[in-house]
């Protein structure tokens, strides 16, 4: 499987059956908090990055799994995938099964991705920042992307958008965990009126060391001046995901106990794909079997005694 992965354990989606459709850190963002390193291309340009058919036979060969939901999210930005309607249109029809988009909510602004999106159940869009300058500091965004015209889109999408729509804040230590922060945050999502407000914070190695986690207390408080007050998701999967992990993380636990591995290292070592790799050692971490350091440029995965 190149191109679908899982199920996996997710904090907010049961078991999520993943798409991946875009290549590795191809987006049209460069998130200093990204578990996935840096962006290689910082892009708006929309293309059939990877062979719809073979995605199609893909996502066939694993329906039987019956996960909760098959969620298009992956290693880049989903709406940059040019057939994104049709494919989401195909697994409607090869299932009953929920579907998921998890999307940065970047190219709502542009019609035809609004239009495309009709056939999902739920959509998950992100917003960090409430101004432009913090926009432009935690995003990093493509130089031709206006923090404005962002938020109208996600203005928009709500008003054509039949589905769910749960709105994702990830805030940074520092940057944007501060009373006028969230309260320019809490003025856009009043204009953008999604079903839930869900706040996050850094919970895997990010791309820039400044990128430090929230803790969960202070993401409560900030919880409660939004409308409707926002969930707080930046906690442990559950252990009944724990349980049913139990092959895998074992199998990763044998690989890093013989030496120290990146991210890249576990998925080729086990043969999954990253994003499945990145899922499991969130729930080796969380049950402090699992640490984590920099060396050099890169993020290695450390078995505790």
């Given at each position: 499987?190149?191109?679908?992965?899982?199920?996996?354990?997710?904090?907010?989606?049961?078991?999520?059956?993943?798409?991946?459709?875009?290549?590795?850190?191809?987006?049209t963002f460069n998130c200093i908090?990204?578990?996935?390193?840096?962006?290689?291309?910082?892009?708006?340009?929309?293309?059939?990055?990877?062979?719809?058919?073979?995605?199609?036979?893909?996502?066939?060969?694993?329906?039987?799994?019956?996960?909760?939901?098959?969620?298009?999210?992956?290693?880049?930005?989903?709406?940059?995938?040019?057939?994104?309607?049709?494919?989401?249109?195909?697994?409607?029809?090869?299932?009953?099964?929920?579907?998921?988009?998890?999307?940065?909510?970047?190219?709502?602004?542009?019609?035809?991705?609004?239009?495309?999106?009709?056939?999902?159940?739920?959509?998950?869009?992100?917003?960090?920042?409430?101004?432009?300058?913090?926009?432009?500091?935690?995003?990093?965004?493509?130089?031709?992307?206006?923090?404005?015209?962002?938020?109208?889109?996600?203005?928009?999408?709500?008003?054509?958008?039949?589905?769910?729509?749960?709105?994702?804040?990830?805030?940074?230590?520092s940057f944007t965990a501060n009373?006028?922060?969230?309260?320019?945050?809490?003025?856009?999502?009043?204009?953008?009126?999604?079903?839930?407000?869900?706040?996050?914070?850094?919970?895997?190695?990010?791309?820039e060391e400044c990128a430090l986690?929230?803790?969960?207390?202070?993401?409560?408080?900030?919880?409660?001046?939004?409308?409707?007050?926002?969930?707080?998701?930046?906690?442990?999967?559950?252990?009944?995901?724990?349980?049913?992990?139990?092959?895998?993380?074992?199998?990763?636990?044998?690989?890093?106990?013989?030496?120290?591995?990146?991210?890249?290292?576990?998925?080729?070592?086990?043969?999954?794909?990253?994003?499945?790799?990145?899922?499991?050692?969130?729930?080796?971490?969380?049950?402090?079997?699992?640490?984590?350091?920099?060396?050099?440029?890169?993020?290695?995965?450390?078995?505790?005694?």
């Amino acid at each position: 499987m190149r191109y679908v992965y899982g199920p996996v354990p997710s904090r907010r989606l049961g078991w999520s059956l993943g798409v991946d459709l875009i290549p590795a850190k191809t987006c049209t963002f460069n998130c200093i908090y990204c578990q996935l390193g840096k962006s290689r291309t910082v892009t708006l340009e929309r293309s059939e990055y990877v062979p719809f058919d073979a995605v199609e036979k893909e996502i066939r060969e694993t329906l039987a799994c019956r996960p909760d939901y098959i969620t298009i999210s992956g290693s880049g930005e989903p709406t940059l995938y040019s057939r994104l309607g049709e494919l989401l249109e195909r697994i409607r029809s090869l299932t009953d099964v929920p579907l998921a988009v998890l999307t940065n909510g970047s190219l709502f602004w542009r019609e035809e991705v609004r239009a495309e999106l009709k056939a999902a159940s739920l959509v998950i869009p992100s917003l960090d920042a409430g101004n432009a300058d913090m926009f432009a500091v935690i995003n990093r965004p493509h130089g031709d992307l206006d923090f404005d015209q962002v938020v109208q889109g996600l203005v928009d999408f709500r008003e054509s958008f039949a589905g769910q729509i749960w709105l994702e804040i990830l805030l940074v230590a520092s940057f944007t965990a501060n009373p006028k922060e969230i309260g320019d945050l809490v003025r856009c999502v009043e204009r953008i009126r999604p079903d839930r407000v869900q706040l996050n914070t850094v919970t895997r190695p990010p791309a820039e060391e400044c990128a430090l986690a929230v803790p969960t207390d202070e993401l409560r408080e900030y919880a409660q001046l939004f409308r409707p007050v926002a969930e707080v998701i930046g906690e442990a999967p559950s252990t009944h995901a724990r349980r049913r992990c139990a092959d895998i993380t074992q199998d990763i636990l044998g690989l890093i106990r013989r030496r120290p591995c990146t991210l890249q290292d576990v998925a080729n070592g086990l043969g999954i794909h990253v994003l499945e790799a990145v899922k499991h050692l969130e729930i080796l971490t969380a049950d402090a079997r699992v640490h984590s350091t920099v060396i050099g440029s890169k993020v290695f995965y450390m078995a505790r005694s």
